[in-house]
C-alpha cells in the first residue's frame, strides 16, 4: 500500500489543523493506521493509532485530549485532527499502516508498522 499524507503547514499556538492521509494500492480495511512525528533532531516518536474498524483509538500522553485519530474506510483515508497546537508540537508527522492482526499490543512502536508515507510539515509558532 502507498501512502500519501497532506495538509501540514504553518499555524499560530492554539490553532488546528487536520492532516490526512490517503492510501492506495491496498485494501485500506486490513490496515491498522498510525501516526508519528520527528522533530528536528529528535528521534521519530508515536502520536495516535486507530484499529481497522475505527473503533479503538490509542495515543501518546502528550496529545491526548488535543488529537484526534479517526479513519474513513470507504475513502480510504486516515485523519488526525490536531487542536491547541504548541509549539513542542512542530515536526514532520508520518503515516503509518500496520499488517499485523496482533491484540497484544498498542501499536506504538515504529517496527510494528510496514507502510510509511512521505510526511507532512507542521510549524507552530508561539
Known amino acids: 500500500v502507498q501512502l500519501q499524507a497532506s495538509g501540514g503547514g504553518l499555524v499560530q499556538a492554539g490553532g488546528s489543523l487536520r492532516l490526512s492521509c490517503a492510501a492506495s494500492?491496498?485494501?485500506?480495511?486490513?490496515?491498522?493506521m498510525g501516526w508519528f512525528r520527528q522533530a528536528p533532531g529528535k528521534e521519530r516518536e508515536f502520536v495516535a493509532t486507530?484499529?481497522?474498524?475505527?473503533?479503538?483509538?490509542y495515543y501518546a500522553d502528550s496529545v491526548k485530549g488535543r488529537f484526534t485519530i479517526s479513519r474513513d474506510n470507504a475513502k480510504i483515508t486516515v485523519y488526525l485532527q490536531m487542536n491547541s497546537l504548541k509549539p513542542e508540537d512542530t515536526a514532520v508527522y508520518y503515516c503509518?499502516?500496520?499488517?499485523?492482526?496482533?491484540?497484544?499490543?498498542?501499536?506504538?512502536?515504529?517496527?510494528?508498522?510496514?507502510?510509511w508515507g512521505q510526511g507532512t510539515q507542521v510549524t507552530v509558532s508561539s
Open positions: 503509518a499502516a500496520a499488517v499485523s492482526y496482533s491484540s497484544s499490543t498498542r501499536f506504538s512502536l515504529m517496527r510494528e508498522y510496514d507502510h
Open positions: 494500492g491496498g485494501t485500506f480495511g486490513s490496515y491498522r
Open positions: 486507530i484499529s481497522r474498524s475505527g473503533v479503538t483509538t
